[in-house]
């Protein structure tokens, strides 16, 4: 697992002078989005490499979805501006994605076999998917820059 | 399901209960905790053992064996990397971190045990 280098965990004075997303609760939710990155990566691969042409474009959006997750996870881990909007944009594909491909993957089950990260809305990874994007806006929105209190998440 | 997969649902059930319990108890990650995940690591270095043991004697594995292994060697990768991520900010959160490390020990188990038979 590639976990983020921490050299820019800063101490506790200067947290709030630095935008940061990776302490307290960003580290669980960073952690959890490792775990999903890795997962959906090896099983996007897994399926491209060995039965692309069954269902294409499900297996496209199945690396689509892993390479969301990637991003999501490096770009919780760094700090800055930047950075922050790099993670907003990816948690909100995200959100989009679990929600289009959840109902599609319902109604259409020949396009969708459900063996994607957000095939049902995620059932087949308890939900999380779906939850995961919700999470991750409201920690966005808490660690939103130019934010002032220094509260380290409680 | 056979007995590594048993051995493995009750270490990581346990090592992510004490887990939890640390975290909602706002305590930072401590010997109890990080020894538990590391009880995880050994449930599943036992996993492997055991697979090769199996392989060596003839055993086949019915789904893909390089699906298989890829499994267990990333499973085993999770139990360093979340002790790592944990001891570098020591803050109940890390607990959490840990607790994530059995339950997701437990499902990549499951799926290997599916893969085997």
Redesign the interface.
């Known amino acids: 697992?590639k976990?983020p280098n921490?050299e820019a965990?800063p101490d506790k004075a200067s947290a709030s002078a630095k935008d940061t997303r990776n302490?307290?609760?960003?580290?669980?939710l960073i952690?959890?989005y490792a775990?999903f990155a890795?997962s959906a990566t090896?099983r996007a691969g897994?399926q491209i490499l060995?039965k692309f042409s069954e269902a294409p474009l499900a297996y496209l959006l199945s690396a689509f979805a892993a390479l969301v997750y990637v991003i999501a996870t490096v770009s919780l881990a760094k700090p800055g501006r930047t950075w922050f909007k790099v993670s907003l944009a990816a948690v909100l594909v995200e959100l989009v994605g679990v929600l289009v491909v959840g109902a599609l993957s319902v109604f259409d089950a020949v396009q969708f076999p459900h063996e994607t990260v957000w095939s049902l809305f995620g059932r087949g990874y308890a939900f999380i998917p779906l939850l995961l994007p919700i999470l991750g806006l409201v920690w966005l929105y808490r660690r939103r820059p130019g934010k002032r209190p220094a509260t380290?998440?409680g | 399901m056979d007995a590594y997969f048993y051995i493995i649902l009750a270490v990581g059930l346990i090592s992510s209960g004490i887990c939890l319990v640390a975290g909602i108890l706002k305590r930072a990650p401590n010997d109890v905790t990080i020894l538990s995940v590391a009880a995880v690591e050994l449930a599943l270095l036992v996993y492997l053992v055991g697979s090769i043991v199996r392989v060596i004697s003839g055993e086949p594995i019915a789904g893909?064996a390089w699906?298989f292994w890829?499994y267990l060697v990333?499973a085993m990768?999770?139990p360093p990397?979340?002790v790592?991520?944990s001891i570098?900010?020591r803050?109940r959160?890390?607990n959490?971190?840990l607790a994530?490390v059995g339950v997701?020990a437990l499902v990549m188990a499951a799926r290997m045990n599916q893969i085997w038979y």
């Open positions: 697992m976990a921490s965990t302490t307290g609760p960003g580290r669980l952690a959890v775990v890795i090896a897994y060995t380290a998440g | 893909e699906e890829g990333t990768l999770l990397a979340a790592y991520w570098l900010e803050t959160w890390s959490f971190v994530a997701t």
